[in-house]
Structures are given as structure tokens and as C-alpha cells.
């Protein structure tokens, strides 16, 4: 599974370059590519003579780009030719970069840094590739493409996906969206449903509104009113594992590990050798049957160093290993509710401290006797480009002043 991301670099290409070609991190630099430039720090002045021809407006210098694989899913030397070919697709060749694979941590990952304006035209990546600012979309889809051809494995319903606003993120790590809480209220009513019917029930009785119309495109809404929710929000908005057929499929699979079944097929990277190109070409078939053969071998001893040795085993072990995981969710559930807790006293503290801190200033910079009268509208006159924090604190002042002018008066 490749995962990818990328971000600009606005200064410091030189520092970026040096620090991807390290040779402690690329085997000596032996895992390190480039194209239309050096393969060292000099590829920064490479890249800023090219910028030169374009309109130099801009303030992206170049492009950083991460590839980042499982631990133990490829070899370096794998992982850098799906870096290459990565680049080849995704820059059609129209860009200066660097290509580097780092093998110093437990997961292999590729560093591309490619220069922001095209040796081609003359124009900026966002100008020829980003219009719609769907490159990020584009680049995970060339790069699953690329794994698929190589038989490893990829996220399955990538577009099911979606991200957050800035509001719903920063809610979500202080543990009160909206959102975290129904999806948590939708999982536990799965676990204690046998059936669709149960879960229905179950969700009434979790507080939980739902509207569902298999007839219709959009065929299941949510709704959550202890947590404030006005808004109805759609099962696919919440993600693809929270969609009627998926909600299904979950209550099977949770009822099958109750009564003690397995309802999983585990993949194997056997290869189809019945169909038709296979017959056709006698070579390309004994080339799967070797391929076969040897991960079978692998299969059974991989099961045979974990004592597996009869399919009794290992439907004993899977019961373990899911009951086990289960524990450890409910405990993880348990743990998630006092760090939401701890969360939102800290985060109330920290108003406080700010507060105080602010009005400890402004009490010592205003002493009482030379405090003047001030009054609402003097204090939004006197701040209209202050916080709302800072105006609420000059109102308070306000009040305490009014009050000592007037035992003052009396």
C-alpha cells in the first residue's frame, strides 16, 4: 500500500535536495535518480536556471513529494523503480527532479522533489497540472495504478474518502464533533444488532434519528440529538463503511465471530492461470505456476512457524486474535472518553489563564486613581481591530470604573 502527499517549498531547495540525497538514508546514494538535472545539491541551481525563463512571479520554488509503503511490502530497489515510474507519469516528462528512496526507517518511502516550472513552456506545475486542484487526486490514483502492476496492496474505495474543514478537524481532536460521536453511537448499535431490524431499533434507542428510503439515491440519513445536531447527514458523507450495504455486511460479520464463525476470506497473491492469455502463451503459464508454487511455499511456512498446522488452528487463532481486538476497541472507547474529558478542562483552563492574564496587564497599566470614566462606546471606538477577548475585558473595566466614579461622586 503507497500512500502519497506532497506540499510546496517555498524556500530552501538546496537544504531540501541534501537532505533527501543523505547517503545514510539511500544506501550511498545508490537509490537516488534524476532527470534533466544532477543528482545532488547542484540540482537546486539546475532547477532556479530554468525558473529564470519563466514569469518569476510566483513564490513555489519546487515540489516535495512522499511515497510511503507498509514495512516489509517492497524492497528498496522495487520502491525506487515505482518512484521512477511515478514520476514518469505523473510529470510526463516536462519536469527537472530528484528521486530519492530512504531505507533508514521501518517503512521504505520515496522522496520526489521536482522544480516548479516546466523546461517545456515555461509555466508553473499549478498553471499546466493543478487547475482544478485535483493533482493530489490524480498522483494517488497514478500511483495505485502503478501498484496494481506490481501486486501489491491499495486502499479499497479511496474516493469514499472525505476530508474536513478546519472547524470540524479542531473539533474532532478535542473529542466533540458531531460526526465522532455518531459514528460511535452507529458502531455500538451494530455490535448489539443481529439484523437490520435491531439496528434500527437499537439507534431509537441510542437517541439516534435516521431516515431510510432504499428507493431513493440518497437512502440513509442520520441524526443525532444529544449532540446538538439540527441537520440530517447522509451515511455517505459519514464514509462508505457507514452505507446501508456496508451497515449489513458489518451486523453479518459481528453476528458470524458471536457464534463462533469466521465470515472472511483471507487474499492470497496466487495467480488465475485459467484464463485465456495463459493458454496462449505456454512460457507466461509456466512463469505463474513457478510463481504459484513458490507462494504456496511461503503460505505454509509462514503457517508452520506459527504452529498452524491444520485449518481447525487457524480458525481457533482468528477467533482469538478478533475477540482479543474487540477488548482492546472497547478498551481504546473507554480511554478516548476521559481523554475528551481531560480535553475540554485543558482547553478551558487555557481560556482562563489567557483572560487573566490580560487583565492583570490592564489593571496595572490603569491604577484606579487615574482610571478615567470609559465607557462601551469609547471602548469599541478605542479597539476596532481587537480580539473579542480584549473587548469583552475593557467592557468589564468599564463596569468597575463607572462604579468607583460613582462612590467617588457620592
Known amino acids: 500500500m503507497a500512500v502519497t502527499q506532497y506540499h510546496a517549498i517555498k524556500s530552501t531547495v538546496e537544504k531540501a535536495i541534501h537532505y533527501i540525497v543523505n547517503p545514510d538514508k539511500t544506501d550511498g546514494q545508490v537509490l537516488v535518480s534524476s532527470y534533466m538535472c544532477s543528482d545532488d545539491e547542484q540540482a537546486a541551481e539546475d532547477f532556479a536556471i530554468v525558473r529564470q525563463l519563466g514569469t518569476r512571479n510566483g513564490t513555489v520554488l519546487a515540489q516535495h513529494l512522499i511515497q510511503s509503503f507498509l514495512p516489509e511490502e517492497t524492497t528498496p530497489e522495487q520502491a525506487h523503480e515505482i518512484g521512477i ?53 490524480v498522483l494517488q490514483q497514478i500511483s495505485d495504478q502503478i501498484c496494481r502492476e506490481q501486486q501489491l496492496y491499495i486502499i479499497p474505495n479511496p474516493d469514499q474518502r472525505k476530508g474536513k474543514c478546519w472547524y470540524e478537524w479542531q473539533h ?13 453511537g452507529i458502531d455500538e448499535a451494530i ?31 442520520f441524526r443525532m440529538t444529544d449532540a446538538g445536531q439540527e441537520k440530517w447527514t447522509r451515511a455517505r458523507t459519514l464514509g462508505w463503511y457507514y452505507e446501508p450495504e456496508q451497515i449489513e455486511k458489518r451486523i453479518a460479520n459481528y453476528a458470524a465471530f458471536v457464534r463462533g464463525e469466521i465470515n472472511y476470506a483471507p487474499k492470497t497473491k496466487i495467480i488465475d492461470t485459467t484464463q485465456e492469455r495463459f493458454a496462449e502463451a505456454p512460457g507466461l503459464e509456466r ?43 472497547a478498551d481504546l472507547n473507554e480511554i478516548q472518553k476521559k481523554l475528551d474529558r481531560v480535553t475540554d478542562d485543558i482547553s478551558l483552563i487555557k ?54 466614579n460613582r462612590k467617588k461622586r457620592g
Open 85 to 137: 515510474k511515478l514520476a514518469e507519469r505523473f510529470l510526463k516528462g516536462h519536469y527537472q527532479y530528484v528521486l530519492a528512496t530512504h531505507i533508514d526507517k521501518q517503512h521504505i518511502h520515496n522522496h520526489l522533489i521536482f522544480n516548479n516550472v516546466s523546461f517545456d513552456n515555461h509555466k508553473t506545475f499549478n498553471s499546466n497540472e493543478n487547475r482544478g486542484k485535483h493533482a493530489w487526486k
Open 191 to 221: 455490535m448489539s444488532s443481529s439484523n437490520l431490524s435491531d439496528f434500527w431499533e437499537e439507534c431509537r434507542r441510542r437517541n439516534i434519528e435516521f431516515q431510510y428510503r432504499p428507493d431513493r439515491r440518497i437512502s440513509l440519513k
Open 287 to 329: 512463469w505463474a505456476m513457478l510463481r504459484n508454487m513458490q507462494e504456496a511455499s511461503r503460505m505454509i511456512n509462514f503457517l508452520t512457524e506459527r504452529g498452524l498446522t491444520s485449518p481447525d488452528d487457524l480458525n481457533d487463532r482468528a477467533l482469538h486474535e478478533f475477540d482479543r481486538r474487540m477488548k482492546l476497541v
Open 172 to 184: 474532532d481532536q478535542q473529542g466533540s464533533s458531531w460526526k465522532k460521536q455518531l459514528k460511535h
Open 351 to 404: 481560556r482562563y489563564r489567557r483572560l487573566d492574564r490580560f487583565m492583570k496587564h490592564l489593571l496595572r497599566r490603569l491604577s484606579v486613581k487615574s482610571m478615567l470614566p470609559i465607557t462601551l462606546r469609547n471602548c469599541r471606538s478605542m479597539t476596532p481591530q481587537r480580539s473579542r477577548c480584549r473587548r469583552v475585558s475593557l467592557i468589564i473595566l468599564s463596569r468597575r470604573s463607572s462604579v468607583w
